[in-house]
């Protein structure tokens, strides 16, 4: 089976601590996108790779890290820094990073972050 | 300036008519655009993409784009109570990885 996956798909963070979100794919897609979605609202750029150890920031990338070690796995860290961590984060895909028109983005289910 | 722009709505359509979503864009170097669609609590999923003015079908789907006028619309056939969902606009530059996201139009298809 295809696809993209993302785990845990809740998860609770206490203040002051850092927390993992994964994102694995297996079709050999060449770029990931991590995106943010708070409630009515659209989806954010956080961060995005094209190939493997590289990696830029997207709109929002103040609070987060991420690591692009592996062509599969595109992780994404949200630190204490992140003053307002709750929400929806997706995780997507696509083939090509290279910008053709016609290459479109694949979401994984996504991950709900709680901070309590 | 927002660049991408969508009605939030909610759109009310009664089943079996036409429903309508719009997008407009500020960027005259817009490349392809794209609709997805979220149903609440899930990831969105691609409808269909466009990139050439004009219309393009898909089933029960059609999207139209103006690049002159720089907006893009889809036009939901037959719409059944499965098509209540949000519907995102995306769109790409030039050039880009990169794809922006309008904040999405509710639609509603009452029985």
């Known amino acids: 089976d295809g696809g993209i996956t993302q785990s845990p798909k809740y998860l609770f963070r206490k203040e002051g601590q850092n927390v993992t979100l994964s994102c694995e794919q297996n079709?050999?897609?060449?770029?990931m996108y991590w995106y943010r979605q708070d409630p009515g609202q659209g989806l954010r750029l956080i961060y995005y790779s094209q190939i493997v150890n590289d990696f830029q920031k997207g709109d929002i990338a103040e609070g987060y890290s991420v690591s692009r070690e592996k062509k599969e796995s595109f992780p994404l860290t949200v630190t204490s820094a992140q003053k307002n961590p709750t929400a929806f984060y997706l995780c997507?895909?696509?083939?090509?990073?290279?910008?053709?028109?016609?290459?479109?983005?694949?979401f994984g289910p996504g991950t709900r972050l709680t901070v309590l | 300036q927002k660049e991408v722009e969508q009605n939030s709505g909610p759109l009310s359509v009664p089943e079996g008519a036409i429903a309508s979503l719009n997008c407009t864009y500020s960027?005259?170097?817009?490349?392809?655009f794209f609709w997805y669609r979220q149903y609440s609590g899930k990831s969105p999923e691609l409808i269909m993409f466009?990139?050439?003015?004009g219309d393009k079908e898909d089933g029960r789907f059609t999207a139209q784009l103006n690049k002159a006028s720089q907006y893009v619309s889809l036009l939901i056939r037959d719409s059944q109570p499965s098509d209540s969902a949000t519907y995102l606009c995306?769109?790409?530059?030039?050039?880009?990885?990169?794809?922006?996201f309008g904040s999405g139009t509710r639609l509603s298809i009452r029985p």
């Open positions: 079709l050999n897609h060449d770029a």
């Open positions: 466009i990139y050439s003015n």
């Open positions: 960027d005259r170097g817009s490349q392809s």
């Open positions: 997507a895909s696509s083939i090509d990073a290279g910008g053709r028109s016609t290459d479109t983005q694949y």
């Open positions: 995306a769109i790409r530059y030039s050039s880009a990885s990169k794809i922006i």
